[in-house]
């Protein structure tokens, strides 16, 4: 079985500061993990993944993301948030070894920039 | 042009009755997937299609029975709607090959009354 977690269902952070938002999985092979970030009545957009290689990751609109396999975390960040950046984050994964392709998601998470 | 459409965006109906809700991706993809956002935003894979054959049926009433026409479309028929149906339903495609990231329509808002 696989799964994520999400610790924090909100983080506040003001602009200009950097921003981190948490999560974990479990999958009893390897992971291919990502990130998707959902605005207000919109569907979901990818914005970086894992897949091997590199434990740091740049994705879409200056977001990055650090695997950790000791941790098994794969926590989102950015170095300075924007205003824009509001909205709701999943972090998500699949196990590569198994023939599942469906991601399971985490609870989300809701970013709060204020100006 | 978009990559993933669903239509209907909004649907509003009355419990009893029955619905389907239609997807369409124009990217070329084998797979297809429905997946079910709650009132709390959990989303949840609820059905997969790989060129027009079911591979994952995740414990979901057969109420739902999803129909896929071609390998670009995957329609999701909903049979005696009840009210904890109500939910976002996001239809999304991958590849067949890689890792499949996986590209989200914009969602089908269901209200059942």
């Known amino acids: 079985a696989q799964s994520v977690a999400q610790p924090e269902d909100q983080v506040n952070v003001a602009e200009g500061n950097p921003l981190t938002v948490k999560c974990t999985y479990s999958?009893?092979?390897?992971?291919?993990l990502f990130w998707y970030v959902q605005y207000p009545n919109r569907g979901l957009q990818f914005l970086l993944k894992y897949i091997t290689g590199d434990n740091l990751v740049k994705g879409s609109y200056g977001f990055e993301a650090e695997f950790n396999k000791s941790q098994t975390s794969f926590h989102l960040k950015k170095p300075s948030a924007l205003v824009s950046d509001s909205a709701l984050y999943f972090c998500?994964?699949?196990?590569?070894?198994?023939?599942?392709?469906?991601?399971?998601f985490g609870s989300g998470t809701r970013l709060q920039v204020q100006p | 042009d978009t990559a993933v459409s669903q239509t209907p965006k909004y649907l509003v109906t009355q419990m009893g009755n029955d619905k389907s809700i239609k997807c369409e991706q124009n990217l070329g993809h084998d797979t297809m997937y429905w997946y079910k956002q709650d009132s709390k935003k959990f989303l949840k894979i609820m059905f997969s299609?790989?060129?027009?054959?079911?591979?994952i049926n995740e414990t979901v009433p057969n109420r739902f029975s999803p129909k896929s026409p071609d390998k670009a479309h995957l329609n999701l028929h909903i049979n005696s709607l009840e009210l904890g149906d109500s939910a976002v339903y996001f239809c999304?495609?991958?590849?067949?090959?890689?890792?499949?990231?996986?590209?989200f329509g914009p969602g089908t808002r269901l209200t059942v009354l």
């Open positions: 998500a994964v699949r196990d590569r070894d198994t023939g599942r392709r469906a991601l399971t």
């Open positions: 299609y790989n060129n027009k054959e079911l591979i």
């Open positions: 999958v009893s092979g390897n992971p291919y």
């Open positions: 999304a495609s991958s590849p067949l090959l890689g890792t499949n990231e996986q590209f």
